[in-house]
């Protein structure tokens, strides 16, 4: 599994601009004006791992898989969206298909590049977007306690919706205790329970230590994930080969890529890991929830090897790369035999065993 990622904002934040630097494309018409991207651009994008490339030298592979993730441009939300102003409906509709949401605001001034509301003001915002999410949730849930007038819900889901309204209502998040209370809301389409990272589109002189926008953004979202991304920068950059790359970043300073950034932050906040298979013909990354089990990892590779799994062999990568094959290290004693309850952890090489 990948994960989709929506870029979210008011119009003219840069949420074009980025999307056509993470993806390495021109798909995203980027202008200065309001509602230039109206359907939602998509991208593909591969996911950057070192692991990977060190075992696919080390297994002498044919090719190399990487796991993936894709963003969607949607369109941009102003005051009113809830209701149907500007492109509301199509906003909500096209944020309710993506796992992870990244809230971009524009923390930096220039007199060329107009703001909708005329004035930088990214938690102002920030709060008109959650707040016509927040609105669009209630009107939903309204209509949902509605129809169980009908008994179409039963007892539990009547009670989780009557405190979701109640929340909501309070200016409070939504609880969700489980990933069975998880999976209810997110059928029903409602938005507020989405993770979010909130992404400051900066100028090159504030991405390494912010400024005024940013430290604000810090001190009223004490609890939210917070990334600095440069849209011009990154943009520049995806033109670049890698050797460019790295010459350019080092001028600069950076460290990390934006789309490297928002790849470790959309892993940690959707609990994701990665495990790998590795041989001659393929080295491959495989994207998996937290906690996962080995049959169930198996069941990613093909449904039919969960429902056939017999047992797992699993190397670590460090291991790996120390002694150069899986061969070695079952002949060093690193290679174990896992059974249907092992939990598979980040970084794991495994080969399953199944029934034919």
């Known amino acids: 599994m990948g994960f989709k990622c929506g870029i979210v904002g ?22 200065n004006f309001p509602f230039c991207t ?16 060190k075992l696919s030298v080390l297994s002498k592979s044919k090719k190399k898989i990487l796991a993936n993730i894709t963003f969607v441009d949607i369109a941009g ?10 492109l509301g409906n199509k906003f909500l509709s096209h944020i309710r298909e993506v796992d992870a949401v990244v809230h971009l605001v524009r923390c930096f001034k220039n007199d060329k590049i107009q703001h909708v509301n005329n004035l930088i003001d990214p938690i102002n915002d920030l709060e008109i977007i959650k707040t016509e999410i927040v609105l669009s949730d209630i009107d939903l849930i309204q209509k949902k306690l509605e129809k169980s007038k009908k008994k179409t819900l039963n007892p539990k889901e009547l009670d989780l919706l ?18 069975e209370n998880y999976k209810f809301f997110n059928t029903m389409g409602i ?8 992404v400051c589109n900066v100028d090159e002189q504030s991405l390494a230590t912010g400024n005024k926008y940013t430290n604000a953004i810090k001190q009223r979202f004490v609890n939210e994930k917070i990334i600095l991304i440069c849209a011009d920068i990154e943009d520049q950059l995806s033109s670049l080969d890698r050797n ?9 300073g950076l460290d990390k890529t934006g789309l490297n950034k928002l790849i470790k932050e959309g892993y940690d906040l959707l609990n994701l890991n990665t495990f790998f298979t590795s041989g001659i013909e393929e080295s491959r990354a495989w994207t998996i929830k937290k906690n996962t089990r080995a049959p169930e990892a198996a069941g990613v590779i093909h449904t039919d090897f969960e429902k056939k799994f017999i047992r797992a062999e699993a ?18 004693g690193k290679l174990r035999i896992e059974g249907k309850d092992y939990i598979v952890k980040d970084g794991d090489v495994l080969h399953f065993r199944v029934n034919p």
């Open 10 to 31: 008011l119009p003219n934040v840069g949420k074009s601009t980025l999307f056509n630097a993470l993806t390495a494309s021109k798909n995203a018409e980027a202008a």
């Open 38 to 53: 109206i359907d939602p651009n998509i991208g593909i994008v591969d996911v950057p791992d070192e692991r990977l490339e």
């Open 77 to 86: 939300l102003v005051k009113g969206a809830s209701k149907g102003e500007g």
């Open 162 to 179: 009557q405190s979701a309204l109640k929340n909501l209502n309070e200016d409070k998040e939504i609880t969700v205790l489980d990933d």
């Open 191 to 198: 938005l507020s329970i989405k993770p979010k990272i909130i």
């Open 244 to 252: 460019e790359k790295e010459n350019f970043m080092k001028e600069i």
């Open 315 to 332: 190397v670590s990568c460090e291991d790996f790369f120390e002694y150069g094959s899986a061969e070695k290290c079952k002949e060093k």
